[in-house]
């Protein structure tokens, strides 16, 4: 099975002088608890809160450097209106959302309120 990796903030990090965590990188946990076989198919890879995001920067460019980021594998089927954007041959999906949105093209998981 290829697997996607998934970009995220760690589950607490300090921002603000405070520690704080991402609401979208919480709702991606929220997901992959609810749908265990989501999981199973990534790379979960954590990135600090300060920019540049070295690792991102080098698959997607500065421009690219949100959490959460899903980079889809070169096999990995590809929908419409799923948010896909493009970067020198990588393809990714850069907010929670439409990640959510993909996995339900992908998985059959329910589609996110409001989409």
């Not at 603000?16 to 608890?33: H, K, Q, T, V």
């Not at 609810?34 to 460019?61: C, D, H, Q």
């Not at 959490?67 to 954007?85: F, K, M, Q």
Request: glycine content about 8%; overall charge neutral; charged content about 25%.
């Amino acid at each position: 099975m290829t697997k996607d990796t998934l970009f995220l903030l760690p589950p607490g990090f300090a921002a603000n002088d405070r520690r704080e965590y991402c609401p979208e990188c919480a709702e991606m946990w929220g997901i992959l608890s609810w749908f265990p076989g989501i999981k199973e198919s990534l790379n979960i890879t954590y990135v600090p809160i300060e920019k540049p995001r070295a690792v991102m920067s080098a698959l997607l460019g500065e421009r690219n450097q949100n959490a959460p980021t899903l980079v889809l594998h070169e096999d990995s089927p590809e929908y419409e209106n799923c948010g896909i954007r493009h970067y020198r041959g990588q393809r990714f999906v850069n907010n929670a959302k439409d990640i959510g949105k993909y996995y339900a093209a992908r998985f059959g998981t329910p589609v996110p309120r409001g989409s």
